[in-house]
């Protein structure tokens, strides 16, 4: 028996558009709290780094720390490194905490070209097969 993942996540070309899925989640009723954000803002920070400054943690964020906070979300390892090779090569990621709302959180991210096609063609998949720059 598969297990559907309670975090929905899109891959974005640009930090506008993760910033506009965002207020969009927002806009939906989902929490600060229950929405990851790997990329820089328009204000010059980026979440992961935000993070690791507020934990005391190394400045530079690695692929692993990606992949460590990603599993912590509920994502397999193989689905956590796919994002965090996107993050590494500069894509926005956005992912949110949905449990019972994973279709609303989808309609979303879906929604806003999300370079993830594949994930959002059955986001209940083990692992993500999209192609990086498809969109």
Not at 65 to 88: H, I, Q
Not at 126 to 133: F, K, T
Request: with cysteine; hydrophobic share 35%; aromatic share 6%.
């Amino acid at each position: 028996m598969t297990t559907k993942r309670t975090t929905v996540v899109g891959v974005f070309r640009d930090a506008p558009m993760a910033e506009l899925v965002i207020e969009a989640l927002k806009d939906t009723g989902f929490t600060n709290d229950e929405i990851l954000y790997s990329g820089v803002t328009a204000h010059g920070g980026d979440f992961f780094d935000m993070l690791a400054r507020w934990s005391g943690a190394k400045e530079e964020v690695t692929e692993g720390d990606v992949v460590k906070k990603l599993t912590g979300a509920g994502l397999s390892e193989d689905e956590a490194d796919y994002y965090a090779r996107e993050y590494a090569a500069g894509h926005p990621i956005v992912a949110v905490k949905a449990p019972g709302r994973e279709d609303s959180a989808k309609v979303v991210i879906c929604s806003h070209a999300n370079l993830n096609k594949e994930e959002c063609a059955d986001q209940s998949a083990g692992e993500p097969h999209a192609e990086s720059g498809k969109g």
